[in-house]
């Protein structure tokens, strides 16, 4: 898969240059031109979470062959239509649009295949993996696309990417050994709404993909305005535009091997700061040296933009790398999916404000604000709130036994279990020297019964019955929370419920209560008024 991998990644790049190349050459504005990458980007927003829903219930290797199969139509649609002059600018952008639709589908599905094919303790080496292969094609992708637009023309790119997307359908119509991991059934609306609860109540993903978000619009603006900083002020031409790509590509592929141990000796959060900060210094000496008289300032912009290469990945790689290897099994594709949200509609929205900005302002003004907004925002604001750390969050499924048969009950024919909404209480016996504790605990508790599957959650005082806290948590369906007891609990989760347990001065008393659906007193039938 990673062999089949690159050339379908080197394809992507090179559809990009060639998309981007066709409306220069069309004299697109460049707002017109940064819509290239905004239609690639954008459909993640659209169908990013469904997408995360579907990779995580459906057959995956099943899911991708068809994505494939799809991506492979609409490239040799666009290669067509180029080809015989029929291309707009309108339709260019449409087809590009189709194209980032069938990646949005496929992304979380792929991503969270990985861990089904790699042991858990080589997770964060397969992504690094995964970063050389991407960086690898960033580096070819562009150079190849600019030296095949001048010698055979933009159609036979998009060729060339068609064809690309054909090495991964056969290796994946060829792989007869998957096996679906078994998952609990879930409605689409409660399984969305299950991953959506899990990123909100999970304080370590939310504030990866936050910095994420920090970091990923202002960058975008390298992305989006470098080929018209290249045709303009570089003076340079297709060819041109391949090799400063070609130079982030290469500072990319040299982080790969440089990141893990400069991760190892920093961490995580301190290796992302110098990044974005590296990043942001960079776009700021690009924009400099536009305006140095020199003969050559594209000899001076490529240095630089190997820096900013290696800056690009040692942010994207660490932070994928811990969300995958931090997301839980059954919630891993979806935890994806919003991971992909933030990444791909931060993309969009910076090129989009890139391109208005640009429009107005300037090229390279744009692009100093960008650098300065990275500098502030990305580096600044990590330096005061530093990623939270996984070391001591054990992320290996706990299975807690459940205090009752988990089968269902009936009375006569009628079950007992009939899916309705399920209220769960907890009774606590807590001496008064440890209710400080206690609360502190239960803050906890909040956070894990939320994100295992609690839409509501409260604490009482037992009026009647001095010293007895009582717990209160309620679950979309007794199905849902058999899943809190067999598949959601992690290490960490079961932790703190033992905490909190360990405070009690006897066995916490545990009651079920599920909502019948059919309730005898709700009239089936209209009301009717009389004036």
Known sequence: MWIAGLPSNIGSWMQTVGAQWFLIEQDASPAVITLVSTAAAAPVLLFGIPAGVLGEFANRRLLLIGVQAV????????ALLTAAGALTPFLLLALTFLLG???????????????????????????????????????????????????????????????????????????????QPSVDPEPFGAATRAGLRYVVNAGVVRRLYGQLLVFIV????????????????????????????????????CGVFIIPRVRRRWGTSRLVLWSSAAYGAGLRAITATVFIPVILPV?????????????????????????????????????????????????????????AFASVVGVETTMTYA?????????????????????????????????EDSTDRTVGEQSLDPGGAV?????????????????????????SRRRTGARRWSLYDDRERPGI???????????????QHSSRTTGYDAEVVDEARSLSASTPMIEHLVAPVQRPWVSRQAPRFRC
């Open 71 to 78: 991506q492979v139509v609409l490239a040799l649609t666009l």
């Open 101 to 179: 639709a069938a990646a949005a589908v496929q992304l979380p599905a792929y991503q969270a295949i990985v861990p089904e094919i790699v042991p858990s303790r080589l997770i964060v080496g397969a992504t690094s993996l995964s970063s050389i292969a991407v960086n690898v094609a960033r580096a070819l992708g562009p150079a190849i696309a600019g030296v095949v637009i001048g010698m055979l023309g933009i159609p036979v790119v998009f060729a060339l990417n068609a064809a690309s997307f054909t090495g991964m359908l056969f290796v994946l119509a060829f792989w007869r050994g998957y096996r």
């Open 218 to 253: 202002p960058v975008n603006a390298l992305w989006a305005l470098l080929p018209v900083l290249a045709s303009g002020r570089l003076g340079l031409d297709s060819n041109g535009y391949g090799l400063l790509l070609a130079a982030l590509g290469i500072g990319s592929v």
């Open 299 to 355: 000899l001076v912009v490529l240095p630089v933009l190997v820096v900013v290469g290696m800056a690009w990945i040692g942010v994207i790689a660490p932070l994928n790398g811990t969300v995958q290897k931090f997301l839980p099994p059954w919630v891993r594709a979806r935890g994806l999916s919003f991971y992909q949200l933030v990444l791909f509609g931060g993309t969009a929205a910076g090129a989009t404000l890139s391109g």
């Open 371 to 403: 650098g300065a907004v990275l500098l502030v925002a990305g580096a600044v604001l990590l330096w005061i709130r530093p990623l939270l750390s996984t070391a001591d969050k054990s992320r290996v499924s706990a299975p807690m036994p459940l205090t």
């Open 423 to 447: 209220m769960v209480i907890v009774r606590y016996e807590i001496g008064l020297d440890d209710r400080a504790r206690f609360f502190e605990i239960m803050r906890r508790i909040e956070k």
């Open 469 to 483: 806290m009582v717990e209160v948590f309620t679950v979309g369906s007794w199905r849902e929370h058999l899943s």
